[in-house]
């Protein structure tokens, strides 16, 4: 009985099959409506198929093609009037002691060599004036401190102090002109560091406490607020490097948010001479990302830090924020480099985009308590520098924040003119 059955099943189905295969036959090789016969052109040729281009396989083809929300916008000589279809406006840089100055100035003329400042001063510092002459004062500058200077006019020498343009009495502090390109081995202490959202002061004490303890010079931030509601209204970064005793600092905002801005921070004990940012690529949706520059004068010259935080999220779309870093850093046309960040991403899967680049934490875990490593925070280098006493410094004792700091510290070899 049951034979009968399938077997009649099994007839209907082919039955069905073939009569599918009519219909569509007939459809394919329908004639033309009256309506369409009228309107078709006479003696017209019936269409050829064109055969694809070939092309060479690309490695860009493992990069799937989508409509990123923020368009990277090219590295200008000057500041664009207009930024691309899709573009956010390019965030200008805030930090404690800008440059270029608060009017605007076209400064990066001294890229080879900057003119700084030592105050010399009485036990109580020497005020530092908005104006020539007596008035409006930002604050006191003390003995030994050292500001990148500005200018100098009418017996006053204009400096950077602050986020401001002040004025000091040229007999209170002594200029000199420094080399960029002094030959010699630059030595710098570097760490990097996702303070998740710091913001409440006590919390703030325990990372500022972290980083005395390391003596950093320079320290890459990720994910901090700047004068967002939920932050309540206050400056974190500046905040920060205040009570971390860093008196230069470069905030990088890499999105608007909660009536304010969110994103990374470089924070340097040594004069920030340049800084810059820019939009990274990221997948429609996602938040944006940025990635921030500042180079450092150290005692033996200049050094170039990138600091960014890429998207947590599938490989595929992550691939996307990680190409873009990779070509806005070869577009700087900056040889010797570190970038420090969260990059939420192994060291192998980031190399398949950034072959070239060299990682100083290959086999620490950074967050987490798991059994299985996340090694996401980390820093990288350029070919030409040299990096030593690579070590991770736990956080979970303090509850500073939930990401480990990664601390490197790395030399310049400096070639001989």
Not at 247 to 265: I, L, R, S, V
Not at 410 to 415: D, L, Q, T
């Amino acid at each position: 009985m049951w034979d009968r059955w399938y077997r009649c099943l099994r007839r209907a189905c082919l039955l069905m099959a073939v009569f599918l295969c009519c219909g569509c036959a007939f459809v394919r090789e329908s004639p033309q409506t009256e309506e369409q016969t009228a309107t078709a052109l006479p003696n017209t040729p019936a269409p050829t198929a064109t055969p694809a281009p070939t092309r060479t396989p690309s490695v860009n083809d493992c990069i799937p093609t989508v409509t990123p929300k923020i368009t990277f916008v090219p590295i200008p000589t000057d500041p664009p009037e207009e930024t691309l279809a899709g573009s956010t406006p390019e965030p200008t840089p805030e930090w404690a002691t800008p440059y270029p100055s608060p009017t605007g100035a076209p400064l990066v003329e001294q890229a080879d060599e900057v003119l700084l400042g030592t105050v010399q001063a009485e036990e109580r510092g020497v005020y530092v004036r908005k104006k020539k002459g007596a008035g409006k004062n930002y604050g006191t500058a003390h003995t030994g401190e050292q500001y990148a200077v500005l200018g100098e006019e009418d017996g006053y020498v204009q400096i950077l102090f602050q986020g401001m343009a002040g004025y000091l009495p040229a007999e209170n502090i002594e200029i000199e002109r420094k080399d960029l390109h002094q030959t010699g081995v630059i030595r710098y202490r570097i760490g990097t560091l996702n303070v998740h959202g710091v913001r409440t002061t006590a919390r703030l004490g325990r990372i500022a406490a972290l980083l005395q303890r390391e003596a950093l010079d320079i320290v890459g931030i990720q994910e901090i607020d700047k004068n967002t509601v939920r932050g309540n209204g206050k400056d974190w970064t500046k905040e920060l490097a205040k009570a971390a005793g860093y008196p230069y600092y470069a905030f990088c905002p890499a999105t608007d948010y909660d009536e304010g801005q969110f994103g990374t921070a470089i924070l340097s004990r040594y004069p920030i001479i340049d800084a810059e940012a820019w939009k990274l690529d990221v997948v429609y949706g996602k938040e944006p990302r940025a990635l921030g520059y500042a180079r450092v004068l150290l005692n033996e010259g200049a050094v170039y830090v990138f600091n960014t935080h890429l998207c947590a999220s599938k490989m595929y779309q992550k691939s996307v924020n990680i190409a873009s870093l990779a070509y806005t850093l070869a577009a700087t046309g900056v040889d010797l480099y570190t970038v420090t960040g969260d990059f939420n991403c192994s060291p192998p899967r980031l190399a398949r985009y950034m072959p070239d680049i060299h990682f100083a934490n290959m086999d620490q875990s950074t967050f987490g308590t798991g059994a299985r490593p996340k090694i996401i925070d980390n820093i990288l280098y350029s070919d030409g520098l040299i990096a030593s006493d690579v070590h991770m410094v736990d956080t979970q004792e303090t509850q500073a924040t939930d990401h480990a700091l990664l601390v490197a510290t790395f030399y310049i070899s400096m070639p001989e003119e």
